[in-house]
C-alpha cells in the first residue's frame, strides 16, 4: 500500500534557526513528489514539486530535495511568517493524479 | 498563482440531508479532485474526475457519494444523505494535468449535526 510518513509531528524553532523536515515514502511507481503549505483552517498551497532522485527546488527561504526513498524541506533562517503546517504528497502509478499525503509537520517559528 | 474558489464556506446540516459542495476550477485546468480532512487528521483522496467521467474513487467514497460538472463550468460534489461521520473539511483540487502541481480551494467546513 502507498504511503508518506513526515518527521517530525511538530518543530519549534527560534527565528534564524535552520532546520530540515522529512517525508518518507513508499508509492509505487513514483511520479512526483509535491510539497505543499497549509495554514489553520485553510486549503493546501502548493510550493513545490519533485520528479526524480537528486532534483531540487527552490523558493526563498525553502529549499526541497527527492531522494529514492525520502524527501526533505529545508528551512534557512525562517521567520514567523513560515509558521504553518507543511504537507508531504506522493503521486504514482494510479494515473489519475491522486495524491497521498503524508500527515504534515507542523512548525512554529518564535521571535 | 491559480485559485480555485470553493462555495459554501461552511454548511453545517441535519444528519440524513443531502448537500452539494460547489468549486469553480481554473480555466484550461481539466483534471479536477475532491479531498477531504477530518479535524487533525491527513488530507483524504475521494476522487478524481477528467473528461466528463470518474478515473478513480477511494473506499470514502460510496454510493452516497456523486460528482459532476453540471455545466460544463462548476464541479460539485453531492452527499445524499449525511452521517455525522461526513463532518470534515472538504476540498476541491484542480490541476492542468495528471502529473502537474494540483492546485486547492479553500475548502468548504462540513459540519453534520
Known amino acids: 500500500e502507498d504511503q508518506v510518513t513526515q518527521s517530525p509531528e511538530a518543530l519549534r524553532l527560534q527565528e534564524g534557526e535552520s532546520s530540515s523536515l522529512n517525508c518518507s515514502y513508499t508509492?509505487?511507481?513514483?511520479?512526483?513528489l509535491f510539497w505543499y503549505r497549509q495554514d489553520p483552517g485553510k486549503g493546501p498551497e502548493f510550493l513545490f514539486t519533485?520528479?526524480?532522485a537528486g532534483e531540487e527546488k527552490e523558493k526563498e527561504r525553502l529549499k526541497a530535495t527527492l531522494t529514492k526513498k525520502e524527501s526533505f524541506l529545508h528551512i534557512t533562517a525562517p521567520k514567523p511568517e513560515d509558521s504553518a503546517t507543511y504537507l508531504c504528497a506522493g503521486y504514482g502509478s494510479s494515473n489519475t493524479g491522486k495524491l497521498i499525503f503524508g500527515q504534515g509537520t507542523t512548525l512554529q517559528v518564535k521571535p | 498563482e491559480p485559485e480555485v474558489t470553493q462555495t459554501p464556506s461552511h454548511q453545517v446540516t441535519q444528519m440524513g440531508q443531502e448537500v452539494i459542495l460547489r468549486c469553480v476550477p481554473i480555466?484550461?485546468?481539466?483534471?479536477f479532485y475532491w479531498y477531504r480532512q477530518i479535524l487533525g487528521q491527513k488530507v483524504e483522496f475521494l476522487v478524481s474526475?477528467?473528461?466528463?467521467?470518474?478515473?478513480?474513487k477511494s473506499e470514502i467514497f460510496d454510493d452516497q457519494f456523486s460528482v459532476e460538472r453540471p455545466d460544463g463550468s462548476n464541479f460539485t460534489l453531492k452527499i445524499r444523505s449525511t452521517k455525522l461521520e461526513d463532518s470534515a473539511m472538504y476540498f476541491c483540487a484542480n490541476a492542468r494535468g495528471r502529473d502537474t502541481e494540483a492546485f486547492f480551494g479553500q475548502g468548504t467546513r462540513l459540519t453534520v449535526v
Open positions: 474526475f477528467y473528461n466528463n467521467e470518474i478515473s478513480e
Open positions: 480555466s484550461n485546468h481539466l483534471y
Open positions: 519533485l520528479y526524480s
Open positions: 508509492v509505487s511507481g513514483l511520479r512526483g
